[in-house]
């Protein structure tokens, strides 16, 4: 795959959180910045959100914040970002965060990290996208989720193809090298207009 122009960060809003999850976030915003790719995210200032887009502001990257009214309504979006958009649902948050972007970089997170992984994972097995995802299994952060994906193949509730859906990269560094050796997206979704 050619460098994506855009990329989708799942990850969590908490700062009391490891160091080295926090150099994570900082590390994929400025990567993603010196590489000229736009980062999408759910447009917060707090936690891993907040590191990763400011990381690539200062590295003078484009940055897309996407946030609900709820959740902007408690003060804590991003005002200093390129493009901030504030959308009616999650529903539609999440809708217009994949529609903005070339692929989906997982760094760890809580609950609303693993509804974000889950569904576009799901949506990847429907064939409603065929995006690059890249989990970044940072100090071994995911390992009890990928542990889960292989039970429920061995259990035959998922089928073991469906394991190829993501890649697994430890660092990110392995971000950009997974990139690079994805084939490039060919189905063709009608996308909503911010």
């Known amino acids: ?20 999850h926090k150099d994570a976030a900082h590390t994929l915003g400025d990567g993603l910045a010196r590489r000229g790719i736009q980062l999408v995210y759910g447009g917060g200032r707090v936690g891993l959100m907040g590191i990763a887009a400011d990381a690539a502001l200062a590295a003078g990257g484009h940055v897309v914040g996407i946030i609900p009214e709820h959740i902007q309504s408690a003060e804590i979006e991003h005002t200093g970002l390129t493009e901030l958009h ?49 989990i970044v299994d940072v100090d071994g952060y995911w390992r009890p989720l990928l542990g889960l994906i292989d039970h429920t193949v061995a259990q035959g509730f998922t089928q073991p193809a469906h394991r190829a859906l993501f890649t697994v990269v430890d660092d990110v560094d392995g971000v950009f090298a997974a990139l690079a050796h994805e084939p490039e997206p ?9």
């Open 1 to 20: 795959m050619k460098a994506p122009n855009s990329v989708c960060v799942y990850c969590g809003s908490s700062s009391r959180v490891a160091d080295v």
């Open 186 to 194: 060919a189905l063709k979704i009608p996308t909503q207009k911010l």
């Open 86 to 134: 504030v959308v009616d649902s999650m529903h539609t948050r999440k809708r217009l965060m994949v529609d903005r972007s070339d692929a989906f970089v997982v760094l760890p997170g809580g609950l609303g990290t693993l509804d974000e992984v889950f569904e576009i994972l799901t949506w990847k097995q429907l064939r409603l996208h065929d995006k690059p995802v890249v």
